[in-house]
């Protein structure tokens, strides 16, 4: 196929699929905990054209045009190589609702899965006929322990509904401050969000080096010190201390303003690509009639 | 094809759920007792093009990866169960629950029914009953020659005779669950038990964790009418933006039609 061709035509499925990353942006701009994803492009030279080229260099002293034809370029395709979660926190919505909680500061709540723990920093729980609490899902949120522990042994029970949160995570029973402690939040820190995997229903999954390493048996990684110049793509510095907020959720990072230009930018450049690829399409045409008469 | 166009259709059908909580939210906003519901979403599963961690060259490997997500979901409409505003009525059958729990019903079923509406009536037998009719628990009958009736805020109900002759009439009890935004909504302001709401817990009105009563008070909803317009503009243009994706998209695959 034409190279030309080749090179439109990457350049017009990238831009699909940077709609299809806008579309579900947009679509999650109301999801609590929601983090935005961005799509980065890469440019990429075709490795097998090279290769070709480098077994066809002709025994002969190259002529001045092959000196000055940059071989190779045109055969150059995009890539969605790679892309981003931002992980800037989401606008804080107070909804008065006991059983709401918002993160502020780099942390995660974390949850037991049937495929493992998951981080989340979607709070809005709520409380499973048995008084654990528990998200939409009917997945346990989970309490301090170790690693591999079960997490039924981690799930928090509440009781009820009636219960207040101070900032650290320490949950109390009554609705005044304080009290008798009924259990913990496990708020696991970030030092590496590049290595947090979206599982679909608000969740993360960490891979490998995605959290602070746990000080302890497992204890929550509050107060753990990392060079915050170190990683700068996390929420906020792992040096702080993350705060918890009852009655609070944090609302979807999704800018719709530029996700909207995004999506206009998307749509202009898939136009220019397809308007290339015809182009390309009526030179190849010109070029079959030439041996015509 | 475009995922995209399914991903603005999961959006916009959010949307639409979310204006339908919002606009029966609204709808009952003078209801008494009515706790305002509200949608909660979460994103669906990723479609994943490029996992992190693939090989990008013999020893490089790919830190991030491409995950494609495909779309939002609705898990739930969740009941917030914050305290309505006391409206005084200056009737006498107007009972209003300070703090937590519901008061039972006996449906003609033979099932309970829990609801937190202290609107009562009498029946022609002299019961206590709800608006439709339907007897509180315990039961409760008022004699004819009453003239006044009170009920205390540890929900004894008594009947002033004349000034001399009072009778305790019996005790109204609450009932408390463990997750009441677990309980199913029956409509006529009635709830009714399920597995996710957990076992009733019954026990009288001013005792640990049950709410007292107030007499001559209704409890208005809990529905905050601004609240209610912004988020309801909020789905709105949500939903255009939605549609606005869905547009492009279909636009994409027009001028790809184009082409040839």
């Known amino acids: 196929m034409d190279a030309g061709l080749v090179t439109t035509l990457s350049g017009a499925l990238a831009q699909s699929k940077q709609v299809e990353k806008i579309a579900n942006n947009i679509a999650n701009a109301d999801t609590a905990g929601y983090k935005a994803d961005e799509l980065m492009f890469e440019e990429a030279l ?107 042994a981690r799930a928090i029970n509440v009781g009820s509904s009636k219960f207040n949160v101070d900032t650290e995570g320490n949950i109390y029973a009554g609705l005044d401050r304080g009290g008798v402690l009924l259990g913990q939040f496990s708020l696991v820190q970030v030092q590496d969000s590049s290595k947090l995997q979206k599982a679909g229903s608000g969740y993360f999954k960490a891979l490998e080096g995605a959290v602070v390493p746990q000080g302890g048996a497992g204890a929550p990684a509050r107060g753990v010190a990392v060079n915050p110049e170190e990683k700068p793509n996390v929420l906020g510095s792992t040096a702080t201390m993350p705060v918890v907020h009852q009655g609070m959720l944090e609302a979807s990072n999704v800018n719709a303003v530029k996700e909207m230009t995004k999506l206009i930018e998307a749509q202009r450049l898939f136009e220019q690509n397809t308007k290339l690829m015809q182009g390309f399409g009526e030179l190849s045409a010109q070029a079959s009639e030439l041996g015509r008469f | 094809m475009l995922n995209s166009l399914n991903t603005s259709a999961t959006g916009m059908t959010a949307q639409v759920k979310q ?8 709808a009952n906003a003078d209801t008494v007792s009515f706790k305002r519901s509200r949608a909660d979403f979460q994103d669906l599963l990723y479609q994943t093009d490029k996992g992190p961690g693939s090989a990008t060259s013999a020893t490089t490997t790919n830190p991030t990866g491409v995950q494609t997500g495909l779309g939002v979901k609705v898990t739930g409409v969740t009941r917030e169960y914050k305290q309505g505003s006391a409206r005084p009525t200056g009737r006498d059958l107007d009972v209003m629950i300070g703090g937590d729990g519901f008061f039972s019903v006996q449906l003609p079923t033979g099932e309970v029914a829990y609801t937190r509406d202290g609107n009562w009536k009498l029946d022609g037998e002299g019961r206590v009953v709800t608006g439709e009719g339907f007897p509180i628990i315990p039961e409760v009958i008022v004699p004819p020659e009453t003239r006044r009736l009170t009920v205390a805020p540890d929900g004894t109900f008594q ?95 027009g001028t790809l039609n184009q082409v040839k």
């Not at chain 1, 480098?54 to 995009?78: C, H, N, Q, W, Y």
């Not at chain 1, 500061?105 to 998951?118: A, Q």
């Not at chain 2, 204006?19 to 609204?26: G, R």
């Open chain 1, 46 to 152: 075709q490795g097998a054209h090279h290769s070709d080229l480098r077994a066809d260099i002709p025994e002969r002293a190259f002529t001045t045009g092959e000196l000055m034809s940059r071989a190779g370029d045109e055969k150059s395709v995009v890539l969605y190589g790679s892309e981003f979660t931002d992980m800037r926190a989401g606008a804080y919505k107070q909804t008065g609702n006991s059983l709401d909680f918002a993160i502020q500061g780099n942390g995660f709540f974390e949850v037991g899965t049937s495929d493992g723990v998951m981080l989340t920093r979607a709070g809005n729980f709520v409380v499973n006929g048995e008084g654990q609490l528990v998200t939409h899902e009917g997945h346990l949120v989970l309490g301090p322990g170790a690693a591999g522990a079960d997490p039924t």
């Open chain 2, 19 to 26: 204006t339908e909580v919002i606009s029966n939210n609204i």
């Open chain 2, 159 to 253: 009947a002033e005779i004349t000034p001399n002759d009072v009778q305790q009439l019996g005790q109204i009890q609450l009932t408390t669950f463990m997750n009441p935004s677990g309980l199913s909504a029956e409509g006529s302001n009635l709830f009714r038990q399920t597995p996710a709401s957990g076992e009733a817990v019954t026990g009288n009105p001013g005792e640990q964790g049950f709410g007292r009563l107030q007499n001559q008070y209704l409890e208005a909803s809990n529905v905050n009418s601004v609240a209610e317009m912004t988020e309801l503009i909020r789905a709105q243009r949500l939903f255009e933006m939605n549609s606005k994706v869905m547009q492009t998209s279909d636009q994409m695959l």
